[in-house]
């Protein structure tokens, strides 16, 4: 009866996303993907999907959860009112709240547009 639930968005949730939304959404996936699971912007891409989904708040007999993390961010991605410039940005905050987290701030500009941080 139950779908196999995660108390927040899994990793392995992250390649089913790819086709949710346009081209810099599937780089975005693409490039997370070829880092490890515990890499920092694999946790600020993990944090961005719990943040949007609302996972905090998700009780294992809801609905939600019974259809699963994939279903859920699934649907979540397509509702979203935003693009996917907004989508990035909520993922390059994700990602220095990450960063400020372990302790080495960075500028997010440095990962989502490489090109300006070699002209700063």
């Known amino acids: 009866m139950y779908t196999k639930n995660e108390l927040m968005f899994p990793q392995y949730v992250i390649p089913h996303l790819r086709e949710a939304r346009g081209l810099s959404w599937q780089r975005l996936i693409d490039r997370v993907l070829a880092l490890p699971e515990t890499h920092e912007e694999v946790l600020a891409f993990m944090l961005t999907m719990i943040r949007l989904n609302g996972c905090l708040p998700c009780e294992t007999d809801s609905y939600r959860a019974m259809r699963g993390c994939a279903m859920c961010s699934l649907q979540t ?44």
């Open 77 to 120: 991605l397509r509702r979203y009112k935003g693009g996917d410039d907004d989508l990035l940005a909520t993922y390059a905050e994700a990602l220095d709240d990450v960063r400020r987290y372990l302790g080495k701030p960075q500028p997010v500009y440095a990962v989502l547009r490489p090109s300006l941080a070699q002209t700063v």
